[in-house]
């Protein structure tokens, strides 16, 4: 296990210096002189120029830039934003609870539906069940989350009146960050409705994050599935007069489960793309969101920074599935 | 299978025409796969034929018709049947050129993406040490960012615009192309039929592009159906973020994107721009799903 842990860890560190260096060159592939970017809007004289030039070591070679920027990253120095003055990084701390609550939520409901919708999809082959699931799964994997959550908000915000447009609690409530997770934090408060309040303007971001997810959990899980059930384990247990539910739930579903964690691991990154779409929609105050505005506030150190956290964030996340995946199947530690 | 030895070019048609019926057998047993080649023929159809089809000009505005509902709504009317957006444009014509940016920006991400992952790939699987390691890891720093994120940077780079939102998507998309690509040519390249092509003095790139790619096309052209309606998805989210095609310019995710201000208001300046993108992508993924059933027949039974 040891060694299997070191070989996908060493396999990482390319991975991240590209990382680094994509990262590093897009400031300077802008269009554009790097230190009228960086300087902002005050005036611009040939002292302060050269001040600039030195303060932001663009006076020394590309290599040498590279080495410290790196060398910056790995002592937690991810630049300053230009908007709020504030360390790139204790930003991304600040905001990422907002992303991570949202983006739980959203694969906790895409899991405990998409995984039964497509176990049951399989043992029912080709019944209307079968037909009318892999139909809705299709629709969802093929939708404009960004469109379906427009007509979310006209449904539920605009002609029901059940769930707040944006944002993640109710004005009315204020109390201390302690987890960063609204929901928990609310209960935490004690303040009577915050919870219901918290939870409502959650509801609908959780969905729309988790239609593409749950849609492609529900159609790995149903091919997964109908794969082992034809295996020859399968027909021995049968044939050992196990109960259909046994088959099912103990011998089929455990090896159908691995492809399926694999998908799961993989739909990490798809889920941080469409946390920017989700958070636009409902203006909801996480990373995608700050990606966003960063990007069309040419705040690049923010993008610069941003880049390389939600890359590593992805990758680790990665290198967890990849371990676990190789906790539960033996056969793939071994190779 | 391409790289026949049959001399006859007749006998070479035969062969192709009996392989096309044969896939067109396999095809066709997949029913949603043959509604979603219908729809698709009619975008098609649509995209081509939009000078005609539409009813006004996609980017005129008729002042004094803002936000008309559609014709069976109260205030509606038939020249404007599915009604008109904040600045008086008639909904329907924007959609049916719409139909022609979205195909367009299909066809487009997914040539360059296949152009660009083909080449890599073949040159990756067929040299394999050095070449390969550096093409494979350029192909996982990409694939390390999430692929809208990736898209929308190099827009910031390159400048908002259709054009460049193209670019951008075709890149991010490209390294699916070049591991599948490499992986098929490792596969092949060690059968017979292309070892006695090397001995029979054939060069590298006629190795590469003659002997080895055409078979390898079946998981390429199912990877294309998936990365045609992919490119739509991220062009209209890239439109929808201001970052792609810009206003006037009739592309769906950029109408979305106008619209978000009136969705309280007036529900059809939001539906049907978003419907179109929807039913566009679940046409081409049902061809999708029929063209895996047809082509790889390990993946047959799910």
Same mark, same amino acid.
């Given at each position: 296990?040891?060694?299997?842990?070191?070989?996908?860890?060493?396999?990482?560190?390319?991975?991240?210096?590209?990382?680094?260096?994509?990262?590093?060159?897009?400031?300077?592939?802008?269009?554009?002189?790097?230190?009228?970017?960086? #300087?902002?809007?005050?005036?611009?004289?040939?002292? /302060?120029?050269?001040?600039?030039?030195?303060?932001?070591?663009?006076?020394?070679?590309?290599?040498?830039?590279?080495?410290?920027?790196?060398?910056?990253?790995?002592?937690?120095?991810?630049?300053?934003s230009?908007?709020t003055?504030q360390p790139v990084f204790q930003e991304f701390l600040n905001l990422f609870p907002a992303t991570a609550e949202l983006a739980i939520c959203a694969m906790f409901l895409a899991i405990i539906?998409?995984?039964?919708?497509?176990?049951?999809?399989?043992?029912?082959?080709?019944?209307?069940?079968?037909?009318?699931?892999?139909?809705?799964?299709?629709?969802?994997?093929?939708?404009?989350?960004?469109?379906?959550g427009?007509?979310l908000i006209?449904?539920f915000s605009?002609?029901?009146?059940w769930t707040p447009v944006s944002g993640r609690i109710s004005l009315f409530y204020y109390f201390p960050s302690v987890t960063g997770f609204m929901t928990i934090d609310s209960l935490l408060s004690g303040e009577k409705g915050a919870f219901t309040s918290a939870l409502s303007h959650l509801i609908l971001p959780s969905i729309v994050l988790a239609?593409?997810?749950?849609?492609?959990?529900?159609?790995?899980?149903?091919?997964?599935?109908?794969?082992?059930?034809?295996?020859?384990?399968?027909?021995? #247990?049968?044939?050992?007069?196990?109960?259909?539910?046994?088959?099912?739930?103990?011998?089929?579903?455990?090896?159908?489960?691995?492809?399926?964690?694999?998908?799961?691991?993989?739909?990490i990154?798809?889920l941080m793309?469409g946390a920017i779409?989700t958070e636009t929609i409902f203006s909801w105050p996480g990373i995608g969101k700050w990606m966003?505005d960063?990007?069309?506030?040419?705040?690049?150190?923010?993008?610069?920074?941003g880049?390389?956290l939600i890359? #590593?964030l992805?990758?680790f996340v990665?290198?967890?599935?990849?371990?676990?995946?190789?906790?539960?199947?033996?056969?793939? /530690?071994?190779? | 299978?391409?790289?026949?030895?049959?001399?006859?070019?007749? &006998?070479?048609?035969?062969?192709?025409? &009996?392989?096309?019926?044969?896939?067109?057998? %396999?095809?066709?047993?997949?029913?949603?796969?043959?509604?979603?080649?219908?729809?698709?023929?009619?975008?098609?159809?649509?995209?081509?034929?939009?000078?005609?089809?539409?009813? =006004?000009?996609?980017?005129?505005? %008729?002042?004094?018709?803002?936000?008309?509902?559609?014709?069976?709504?109260?205030?509606?009317?038939?020249?404007?049947?599915?009604?008109?957006?904040?600045?008086?444009?008639?909904?329907?014509?924007?959609?049916?050129?719409?139909?022609? %940016?979205?195909? @367009?920006?299909?066809?487009?991400?997914?040539?360059?993406?296949?152009?660009?992952?083909?080449?890599?790939?073949?040159?990756?699987?067929?040299?394999?040490?050095?070449?390969?390691?550096?093409?494979?890891?350029?192909?996982?720093?990409?694939?390390?960012?999430?692929?809208?994120?990736?898209?929308?940077?190099?827009?910031?780079?390159?400048?908002?615009?259709?054009?460049?939102?193209?670019?951008?998507?075709?890149?991010?998309?490209?390294? =699916?192309?070049?591991?599948?690509?490499?992986?098929?040519?490792?596969?092949?390249?060690?059968?017979? %039929?292309?070892?006695?092509?090397?001995?029979?003095?054939?060069?590298?790139?006629?190795?590469?592009?003659?002997?080895?790619?055409?078979?390898?096309?079946?998981?390429?052209?199912?990877?294309?159906?998936?990365?045609?309606?992919?490119?739509?998805?991220?062009? @209209? @989210?890239?439109?929808?973020?201001?970052?792609?095609?810009?206003?006037?310019?009739?592309?769906?995710?950029?109408?979305?994107?106008?619209?978000?201000?009136?969705?309280?208001? @007036?529900?059809?300046?939001?539906?049907?721009?978003?419907?179109?993108?929807?039913?566009?992508?679940?046409?081409?993924?049902?061809?999708?799903?029929?063209?895996?059933?047809?082509?790889?027949?390990?993946?047959?039974?799910?």
């Amino acid at each position: 296990m040891l060694r299997f842990l070191f070989s996908k860890l060493l396999l990482i560190v390319p991975t991240f210096i590209g990382i680094t260096i994509v990262a590093f060159g897009f400031v300077r592939v802008l269009p554009g002189d790097p230190v009228l970017l960086l #300087a902002g809007e005050r005036g611009m004289n040939p002292d /302060r120029y050269q001040a600039l030039l030195h303060q932001f070591g663009y006076d020394r070679p590309i290599v040498v830039q590279y080495f410290d920027y790196v060398w910056g990253l790995l002592h937690g120095d991810f630049g300053i934003s230009i908007s709020t003055k504030q360390p790139v990084f204790q930003e991304f701390l600040n905001l990422f609870p907002a992303t991570a609550e949202l983006a739980i939520c959203a694969m906790f409901l895409a899991i405990i539906i998409g995984i039964p919708a497509g176990i049951l999809s399989a043992v029912k082959r080709g019944s209307i069940f079968d037909q009318a699931t892999m139909g809705i799964a299709l629709t969802g994997y093929s939708m404009p989350i960004f469109w379906w959550g427009l007509l979310l908000i006209i449904l539920f915000s605009g002609i029901l009146g059940w769930t707040p447009v944006s944002g993640r609690i109710s004005l009315f409530y204020y109390f201390p960050s302690v987890t960063g997770f609204m929901t928990i934090d609310s209960l935490l408060s004690g303040e009577k409705g915050a919870f219901t309040s918290a939870l409502s303007h959650l509801i609908l971001p959780s969905i729309v994050l988790a239609t593409i997810p749950l849609a492609v959990i529900a159609r790995q899980t149903r091919s997964a599935m109908l794969e082992v059930l034809g295996e020859d384990y399968v027909r021995t #247990a049968r044939a050992k007069g196990l109960s259909h539910k046994r088959v099912i739930g103990v011998h089929a579903l455990r090896n159908a489960m691995i492809p399926v964690i694999t998908t799961i691991g993989l739909q990490i990154g798809m889920l941080m793309a469409g946390a920017i779409l989700t958070e636009t929609i409902f203006s909801w105050p996480g990373i995608g969101k700050w990606m966003i505005d960063s990007i069309s506030r040419r705040d690049y150190p923010v993008v610069q920074g941003g880049l390389v956290l939600i890359a #590593a964030l992805v990758m680790f996340v990665n290198l967890v599935v990849d371990l676990l995946y190789g906790l539960i199947n033996p056969r793939i /530690r071994h190779q | 299978m391409s790289d026949s030895t049959l001399g006859q070019p007749v &006998q070479k048609r035969n062969v192709r025409l &009996q392989m096309l019926a044969e896939f067109w057998h %396999y095809f066709s047993q997949n029913k949603g796969a043959v509604v979603g080649l219908a729809i698709l023929i009619l975008l098609v159809l649509v995209a081509v034929f939009a000078p005609l089809l539409a009813p =006004h000009n996609p980017i005129e505005q %008729y002042r004094d018709m803002f936000l008309t509902p559609p014709f069976w709504q109260e205030g509606g009317t038939l020249s404007f049947p599915l009604g008109t957006d904040a600045v008086g444009r008639d909904i329907l014509s924007r959609l049916i050129y719409g139909s022609r %940016y979205s195909l @367009a920006i299909g066809l487009i991400v997914v040539s360059i993406a296949l152009l660009l992952g083909i080449t890599l790939g073949l040159l990756a699987g067929f040299f394999r040490g050095w070449v390969d390691v550096a093409i494979m890891r350029v192909m996982d720093v990409i694939l390390a960012f999430p692929p809208l994120l990736l898209a929308l940077v190099l827009v910031a780079v390159l400048g908002p615009g259709l054009f460049n939102a193209m670019i951008a998507i075709a890149l991010v998309l490209q390294p =699916h192309f070049a591991r599948l690509t490499r992986a098929a040519v490792m596969a092949e390249a060690k059968r017979e %039929y292309v070892v006695s092509a090397r001995v029979a003095g054939a060069r590298n790139v006629r190795l590469m592009f003659k002997t080895i790619l055409p078979n390898c096309l079946a998981p390429l052209i199912v990877q294309a159906t998936l990365s045609f309606s992919n490119a739509i998805l991220e062009a @209209a @989210a890239l439109g929808f973020l201001g970052m792609g095609a810009q206003p006037p310019t009739p592309e769906w995710g950029t109408m979305l994107a106008e619209a978000r201000e009136f969705i309280l208001r @007036a529900w059809w300046v939001v539906t049907f721009p978003g419907l179109a993108i929807l039913i566009t992508v679940l046409a081409i993924n049902l061809v999708g799903d029929g063209l895996r059933d047809a082509l790889d027949p390990k993946l047959k039974r799910s």
